[in-house]
């Protein structure tokens, strides 16, 4: 979906700079919200895609003011109220109130290495390929309201199809509930010319990794 999300190639923002030592977490709490992203997630009650789409749903505003584990913590409240295991005065409480729904799986100790494994999103084909390495496409002029793994800055560009790399999961149809819908994905290569223009350094090339269904053949 377009959204402040989407940041690549964009200006105004500043230098990135990197923290000396950094810590893991810069406080217990962040630790806690990834310790609540991998259970709930293991629960089943949404995916990894629908985690990230509550994320992209975020206003400009709050996006850009908050940490990285804040907007984990959102996404992972608007998710739990969604689908109704907590309700609002529980968190207003700030304990239970209310019988929850029942869930697939329920994440204990002796589970917990296996919540930091993600299942594989590789599917078995049911249809050729329709690109090949070497092929040049021009990526899909779209800007869906819902979640896309393509990229802002790579839409309408013209590049070179340089691997296939297997018939998996969309995430665009998992993360509005529409079901698996398995794709071809491609790794795509970009001139930094066509993707920023003339101005652009004249060695730097980008790859992106782009289902079928945002690839037209050129």
Not at 200 to 214: G, K, N, R, T
Request: proline residues 5%.
């Amino acid at each position: 979906m377009n959204g402040i999300h989407d940041m690549g190639g964009m200006h105004g923002f500043g230098n990135v700079t990197q923290e000396a030592d950094e810590p893991v977490f810069h406080g217990r709490w962040e630790g806690r919200v990834l310790g609540l992203q991998r259970s709930l997630l293991y629960t089943r009650a949404w995916n990894i895609d629908i985690f990230r789409r509550e994320q992209e749903r975020l206003t400009a505003s709050d996006y850009l003011s908050v940490s990285y584990y804040d907007r984990w913590l959102r996404s992972l409240t608007q998710s739990a109220l969604d689908t109704r295991l907590v309700n609002a005065d529980e968190l207003e409480a700030g304990h239970a109130l209310h019988t929850g729904p029942t869930v697939q799986r329920v994440l204990g100790v002796n589970e917990a290495k296996a919540a930091f494994i993600r299942a594989p999103f590789g599917r078995p084909q049911t249809r050729d390929a329709r690109f090949a390495p070497g092929d040049r496409v021009r990526t899909i002029n779209e800007h869906p309201s819902g979640h896309t793994r393509l990229p802002r800055y790579a839409r309408d560009k013209v590049g070179k199809v340089s691997a296939v790399r297997g018939f998996h999961v969309y995430p665009d149809t998992v993360a509005s509930g529409q079901g698996e819908d398995p794709q071809w994905l491609y790794t795509v290569e970009f001139s930094g010319s066509e993707l920023w223009g003339h101005g652009a350094d004249p060695s730097l090339v980008v790859s992106i990794e782009a289902f079928e269904p945002y690839l037209e053949a050129c």
